[in-house]
Nanobody, 124 residues
Framework: QVQLVESGGGLVQAGGSLRLSCAAS????????TGWFRQVPGKDREFVAT?????????YYADSVRGRFTISRDNAKNTVSLQMNSLKPEDTAVYSC????????????????WGQGTQVTVSS
């Protein structure tokens, strides 16, 4: 069983930056592809970014965040991070990380393990 804990959310003005972190409870976290998703009340969970297992050579981003967000992993610390720059009010959401064996995926249903989420609020 993999437990994931997110941190780094908060309130920021438009144009600002935040760095989210996802910490895993297992030392084998490098074996898992990991993704970030976000959700606002009344809407479905939305894919944000994903990174492959191992050295994280493969990444993929939603069109809405490509060029502004960067996903990375530190296997020595069993963490995956999401650097968010040039934030917009429409980025406001609860951000959750998720993990799965195998290849990266942008599908919510492909992931087996989920964190509780961290709130990101971008003011205009």
């Amino acid at each position: 069983q993999v437990q994931l804990v997110e941190s780094g959310g908060g309130l920021v003005q438009a144009g600002g930056s935040l760095r989210l972190s996802c910490a895993a409870s297992v030392s084998t976290f490098s074996r898992y592809a990991t993704g970030w998703f976000r959700q606002v009340p009344g809407k479905d969970r939305e894919f944000v970014a994903t990174i492959s297992s191992g050295n994280g050579a493969s990444t993929y981003y939603a069109d809405s965040v490509r060029g502004r967000f960067t996903i990375s992993r530190d296997n020595a610390k069993n963490t995956v991070s999401l650097q968010m720059n040039s934030l917009k009010p429409e980025d406001t959401a609860v951000y959750s990380c998720a993990a799965k064996f195998g290849s990266i995926s942008w599908s919510v249903t492909a992931y087996d393990y989920w964190g509780q989420g961290t709130q990101v609020t971008v003011s205009s």
